[in-house]
């Protein structure tokens, strides 16, 4: 079928920690992959996209790459920050919409 | 400015009564959604269209009603049929069908029914 699992939260980390929020999916042929950012009371932004393997999209310091041989699409910033505290969501283009996972909640401490 | 509006931010209902939340776009594209979000589960694909006067079941789509007449706009309305209707409403458009383009979303509204 066609799915993404992403890791459970609420991940809670340090100011200028590192992060890794892993993200995989199932499916056939070559989907497109994304990483959606939800703050409070708002409705999701894009992050950042892929659109075929081996392919690393990044913003705002925040990087994923296209893993095909292992079906992820894990989400990494190298220095976290307070602003960055919000709900993040792993999804993939299926042939007429876009499937989510059930989203991690990131708390980043001063 | 392009982009998304849903109106309105918040909606207090009695039970029973139906309710329809407002989508419109700007942004010239064919495909819109609606999605559904409860604490913990992340988003649930409600209806979909590709195009205008045609539209898909999503995953959760009993007791919701949508229409397409215009391609700027993709109303839901949420009847008295749907068990439990509070929640965070986000619809969303994307240029093209197919999933490969990313989809941009409203603010979405939050619906409480008393």
């Known amino acids: 079928g066609n799915s993404v699992t992403q890791m459970e939260g609420p991940v809670t980390l340090s100011e200028e920690a590192f992060l890794t929020i892993n993200c995989t999916y199932t499916?056939?042929?070559?989907?497109?992959l994304f990483w959606y950012v939800q703050y409070p009371g708002e409705g999701l932004q894009l992050l950042l996209k892929?659109?075929?393997?081996?392919d690393k999209g990044s913003n705002k310091g925040f990087e994923a790459t296209y893993r095909k041989e292992t079906t992820s699409f894990h989400l990494e910033k190298g220095s976290v920050q307070v602003s960055d505290s919000a709900v993040y969501f792993c999804a993939r283009g299926v042939s007429d919409k876009i499937i989510f996972g059930k989203g991690t909640r990131l708390h980043i401490l001063p | 400015d392009g982009g998304i509006t849903q109106s309105p931010k918040y909606l207090f209902r009695k039970e029973g009564q139906n309710v329809t939340l407002s989508c419109e776009q700007n942004l010239n594209h064919d495909a819109m959604y609606w999605y559904r979000q409860d604490p913990g589960q992340g988003l649930r694909l409600i209806y979909y269209?590709?195009?205008?006067?045609?539209?898909q079941k999503g995953d959760i789509a009993e007791g919701y009603s949508v229409s397409r007449e215009k391609k700027e706009s993709f109303p839901l309305t949420v009847t008295s049929a749907q068990k439990n209707p509070t929640a965070f409403y986000l619809c969303?458009?994307?240029?093209?069908?197919?999933?490969?383009?990313?989809?941009?979303f409203g603010q979405g509204t939050r619906l409480t029914v008393v």
């Open positions: 969303a458009s994307s240029m093209e069908v197919g999933g490969r383009t990313e989809a941009f």
């Open positions: 269209s590709q195009i205008v006067n045609d539209f």
């Open positions: 892929a659109t075929k393997a081996d």
């Open positions: 499916a056939t042929g070559y989907p497109s």
